[in-house]
T-cell receptor, first 115, second 115 residues
Framework: KAGVTQTPRYLIKTRGQQVTLSCSPI?????VSWYQQTPGQGLQFLFE???????NKGNFPGRFSGRQFSNSRSEMNVSTLELGDSALYLC??????????????FGPGTRLTVL | DQQVKQNSPSLSVQEGRISILNCDYT??????FLWYKKYPAEGPTFLIS?????DKNEDGRFTVFLNKSAKHLSLHIVPSQPGDSAVYFC??????????????FGQGTTLQVKP
């Protein structure tokens, strides 16, 4: 079974631009979560989507947004990029079974550099 | 307010010996804990998890111990192998049955296993 895929793997943008990152979950997984990893803050939760609805949100400004499509694929968008948005953006998917905990499986990430 | 803490940024052990990675948490509502391993330029890989109703979970060379009264968990790797050299993240969830896909991560511990 194919793992979580993320595109693009690397991206360079300039301040003020916007960017869209894509994530395809493992087949059958219905939940997609996004995380930001920076050297100073570590791995921080951005938001989670389930059945095309945002189910949970972390403490990030409104410039960070996302959506999920009917096939569970997800995109996240960052508008008006700032230098501090340079990070590794990770997507994780899980089965989202109703009972028990659902482990999250991560993609390789998208490395975003803002100049 | 860091709810999950890995106080040792790095650990070095000899091949064949035991590696013990530690993690402390502050939120008593956390009900599920996970360990991930991460290599550079890759996403975190799920290793092992434990529910708060257990105090030990074992999977091959990896064992996780949970001490709820001390709000402490540890990952034991026995025997350690050079391929285990990576960054290890402890993560926690308070999703319970709602399972909202939000993980809180520690800052990570870099493990080096010397041949």
């Amino acid at each position: 079974k194919a793992g979580v895929t993320q595109t693009p793997r690397y991206l360079i943008k300039t301040r003020g631009q916007q960017v869209t990152l894509s994530c395809s979950p493992i087949s059958g997984h219905r939940s997609v979560s996004w995380y930001q990893q920076t050297p100073g803050q570590g791995l921080q939760f951005l938001f989670e989507y389930f059945s095309e609805t945002q189910r949970n949100k972390g403490n990030f400004p409104g410039r960070f947004s996302g959506r999920q499509f009917s096939n569970s694929r997800s995109e996240m968008n960052v508008s008006t990029l700032e230098l501090g948005d340079s990070a590794l953006y990770l997507c994780a998917s899980s089965l989202a079974r109703l009972a028990g905990y659902n482990e999250q499986f991560f993609g390789p990430g998208t490395r975003l550099t803002v100049l | 307010d860091q709810q999950v803490k890995q106080n040792s940024p790095s650990l070095s052990v000899q091949e064949g010996r035991i590696s013990i990675l530690n993690c402390d948490y502050t939120n008593s509502m956390f009900d599920y804990f996970l360990w991930y391993k991460k290599y550079p330029a890759e996403g975190p890989t799920f290793l092992i998890s434990i529910s708060s109703i257990k105090d030990k979970n074992e999977d091959g060379r990896f064992t996780v111990f949970l001490n709820k009264s001390a709000k402490h968990l540890s990952l034991h790797i026995v025997p350690s192998q050079p391929g285990d050299s990576a960054v290890y993240f402890c993560a926690a969830s308070d999703g319970g049955s709602s399972n909202t896909g939000k993980l809180i991560f520690g800052q990570g511990t870099t493990l080096q296993v010397k041949p």
